[in-house]
């Protein structure tokens, strides 16, 4: 008999933790950790891999080679100020398999939808960061794509590494 009230207690103490717990996740939308999907939570050290643009004057000598983050060749390009959301060109370079000529024109289009008012040439970058055994991360860039407003759309102007 002097189990039931602890039993009862432990049963109301339980049940209370798992309606504020039900709570919790209705109310963000399923998304509460440790059961989360947002990277921060999910991925955590794992490997990652954005895009980014750099706008290079013409007549510079281009090289293929992946560079260090703070290397990287020309001036930054916004890519948002051209209406262009930065997932979307992510997601656009690295889930890209065949890169061809369609392919290229339509990262071009993406990029130069709204044509400057001056010849713009830019080159897409697949930048990629890991933890390194030191506990420090390693970023490199590796160019992907030259697109630009005096060029034509060419597998010339792609990786060698990513041509078909």
């Given at each position: 008999?002097?189990?039931?009230?602890?039993?009862?207690?432990?049963?109301?103490?339980?049940?209370?933790?798992?309606?504020?717990?039900?709570?919790?996740?209705?109310?963000?939308?399923?998304?509460?950790?440790?059961?989360?999907?947002?990277?921060?939570?999910?991925?955590?050290?794992?490997d990652?891999?954005?895009?980014?643009?750099?706008?290079?004057?013409?007549?510079?000598?281009?090289?293929?080679?992946?560079?260090?983050?703070?290397?990287?060749?020309?001036?930054?390009?916004?890519?948002?100020?051209?209406?262009?959301?930065?997932i979307?060109l992510?997601?656009?370079?690295?889930?890209?398999?065949?890169?061809?000529?369609?392919?290229?024109?339509?990262?071009?289009?993406?990029?130069?939808?709204?044509?400057?008012?001056?010849?713009?040439?830019?080159?897409?970058?697949?930048?990629?960061?890991?933890?390194?055994?030191?506990?420090?991360?390693?970023?490199?860039?590796?160019?992907?794509?030259?697109?630009?407003?005096?060029?034509?759309?060419?597998?010339d102007?792609?990786?060698?590494?990513?041509?078909?």
């Amino acid at each position: 008999m002097s189990g039931k009230p602890h039993s009862n207690k432990a049963r109301t103490t339980l049940l209370s933790v798992l309606l504020v717990y039900a709570l919790t996740v209705a109310v963000n939308l399923g998304e509460f950790w440790p059961f989360s999907i947002y990277p921060m939570f999910s991925q955590a050290g794992n490997d990652w891999s954005r895009s980014l643009v750099r706008e290079v004057p013409p007549g510079d000598t281009l090289s293929w080679d992946a560079y260090p983050l703070d290397e990287l060749p020309g001036l930054p390009y916004g890519v948002r100020s051209g209406g262009v959301d930065p997932i979307d060109l992510a997601n656009f370079v690295s889930k890209t398999e065949v890169w061809d000529e369609d392919r290229i024109d339509a990262l071009s289009l993406m990029l130069l939808a709204e044509p400057p008012r001056e010849p713009l040439r830019l080159m897409v970058y697949r930048v990629r960061a890991r933890l390194t055994e030191e506990d420090s991360v390693a970023i490199m860039a590796t160019p992907y794509v030259l697109v630009g407003t005096d060029l034509e759309v060419s597998l010339d102007h792609l990786n060698p590494e990513l041509r078909p």
